[in-house]
């Protein structure tokens, strides 16, 4: 059977990756489902063997670097894969015990979960179709009202990339504040990719989840959290837990369905519970966060100003 398109999902080898990755990949056989992350593990070969469909493949990608991003698009460009009809930036790492950073020098929290899913889509985004989704996974924690997180603050990306360091930044507390951001980060880069992309002409579909809480490898820090709310009583103590099967249930609606292939649906934020649409943070519609982060981000991940110009082209 023949694949006629394409599906990437990042964070695809586990957790609500692999788990969105599966139920793609049993119903639409002939969607090219390229799962994308650090693990090389048989992650494909197991969905294959469920699915029964032999659509999905492994790709490898190191989302800390740009070096590994850019690693990843050459692979992607060799294997001459069908046309992007969505783009599900899912992975996210979340580090909270002290201040990290990544070989190009930014907090790595920060990288991972916005920088480099910025330079992924915008070194892919000449692969997309003309209505082509990108799906964001945000989080709960990047809103203050919310009470998930010590709230975050977005003041500009330089801030967000150059933490201030030392003994008392290296405390949960802060390391959750620095998630929590990353994660208004991705809202706001959703935003942002939403007016450009109208601006532009284009009817590409920019869509947020907010997922709710999942026993995964998120919290690989704390494997006795992780083990604590996959057990039934947590959703008695803790609002908003699902498993990865119902929110990627969620999550695959919003990547294919036609209810959210309407340009209506852009540009806006959702919860898990019957795909509703959510309020994100009052800080995440402030445009000028937006734009400060949208030029930010384009300056850093580009190249050469021939690069830069080509981000801005949409």
Not at 43 to 50: C, P
Not at 101 to 130: R, S
Request: charged residues 20%; glycine residues 6%; proline residues 4%.
């Amino acid at each position: 059977m023949p694949l006629t398109s394409s599906i990437l999902i990042t964070g695809g080898t586990s957790g609500l990756g692999y788990s969105t990755a599966l139920s793609l990949a049993k119903s639409l056989p002939t969607t090219q489902i390229i799962i994308a992350s650090r693990s090389s593990w048989d992650a494909a070969e197991k969905i294959n063997a469920e699915a029964g469909n032999n659509n999905v493949i492994y790709l490898p990608l190191d989302l800390t670097t740009h070096e590994g991003v850019r690693k990843f698009v050459k692979a992607y460009q060799e294997k001459s894969l069908p046309p992007l009809k969505a783009l599900v930036l899912n992975a996210a790492i979340q580090h909270v015990d002290k201040v990290h950073f990544t070989e190009d020098g930014l907090e790595t929290m920060f990288a991972t979960n916005h920088v480099n899913h910025t330079l992924l889509f915008f070194l892919l985004k000449q692969y997309l179709t003309n209505d082509a989704r990108i799906v964001v996974v945000s989080s709960s924690t990047h809103d203050p009202k919310l009470k998930r997180a010590p709230p975050p603050t977005y003041t500009t990306g330089d801030e967000a990339a150059h933490p201030p360091t030392g003994r008392i930044y290296d405390t949960q507390n802060e390391g959750f504040r620095r998630y929590a951001l990353s994660k208004l980060c991705n809202i706001l880069f959703a935003y942002a990719l939403d007016r450009h992309a109208k601006a532009a002409g284009k009817s590409w579909v920019i869509l947020a989840l907010d997922p709710g809480v999942m026993a995964t490898n998120l919290y690989r820090w704390s494997s006795w959290f992780s083990w604590a709310l996959s057990l039934s009583i947590a959703k008695w103590f803790i609002s908003g837990i699902y498993t990865t099967e119902e929110v990627a249930e969620t999550l695959g609606k919003m990547t294919v369905s036609p209810e959210f292939g309407e340009q209506a649906k852009s540009g806006r934020y959702y919860e898990v519970v019957d795909a509703k649409e959510l309020e994100s943070s009052q800080q995440s519609h402030d445009l000028q966060c937006q734009d400060d982060l949208w030029e930010w981000t384009i300056k850093e991940v580009a190249k050469d100003q021939e690069e830069e110009a080509q981000f801005r082209r949409l």
